[in-house]
């Protein structure tokens, strides 16, 4: 344990990550305040409150953090940092939320870092206790990202009430590593960094479940609009997201799409500029 504890300290920058591993977007990064500077990859930290998420950053970042706020907004962020293997990881600690369907101010926050931030990792915190609540933003978050772990804590809690959690039918089920973990303890920290390496550096690809049982008419529509998201977007990781929410009214993807941070999504795509591709969407859709 002392050994995988000691790799969590952040060291002196090596020099820069293989630029083909990251997916984050650090000029997106930016614009949310994250300075990437030194670092290899971006893990962002999500989960219902009260599921030990703070536990959980403490352990990875012991007291090399740091508070302040998203810019423009009156949410505080919580950033810290570890190493482990050849690689510095940044942890950002994003609000606790029940869901990410931006209904509130700190469900707006997460839901943009994850979609446009685009971290390497996206670590989802649930309480063995009450699993079943908290798959909802499991789910959600499995919606915009295929790069998560999700670290299921409080397993000793669950054990004294008699409950058992199978975490590898769960991962197969999720698609995603399940680390089971009693954060307070520090059970399950160094597996938790193994996954979390392994997803970033892309050992393990990550092959989420995602919900595909709305009405004939529903699905329809969606297949259209990703269809026509996808031609006027190539490579956006979440059309059928971005598809799902637009169908939906919501404001903030509608914004994306008119202010161009949808292109910014569109990696490998050089050539296409984001007043391109919001020229076409418009005329698309005049």
Known sequence: MSETIEQT?????????????????????????????????VVALAGNPNTGK?????????LRQHTGNWPGKTVSRAEGGFSYGDHRYKLVDLPGTYSLLSTTLDEEVARNFILFGQPDVTIIVADATRLERNLNLVLQVLEIT???????????????????VDERSLARDLGIPVVPMAARQRQGVPDLLQAVSEVAT??????????KSEP???????ADL?????????NLPNARWVAMRLLDGDQRIIEAIEQGELGDLTRDDPGVTNGTLHAQWEATHA
């Open 216 to 222: 004939p008419a529903l699905k329809q529509a969606v």
């Open 9 to 41: 300290i952040p060291l002196q920058s090596h020099g820069h990550a293989c630029e083909t591993c990251p997916i984050h977007r650090p000029g997106n990064l930016i614009r949310l305040g994250i300075d990437m500077t030194n670092w290899d990859f």
């Open 146 to 164: 295929d790069h998560a772990v999700l670290a299921l804590n409080l397993i000793d809690e669950a054990k004294r009430h008699g409950l058992k």
């Open 54 to 62: 703070s536990t959980i950053f403490n352990a990875l970042t012991g």
């Open 226 to 234: 990703v269809a026509e998201l996808t031609m006027l977007y190539p």
């Open 202 to 211: 892309g050992q393990t690809v990550c092959r989420p479940h995602r919900i």
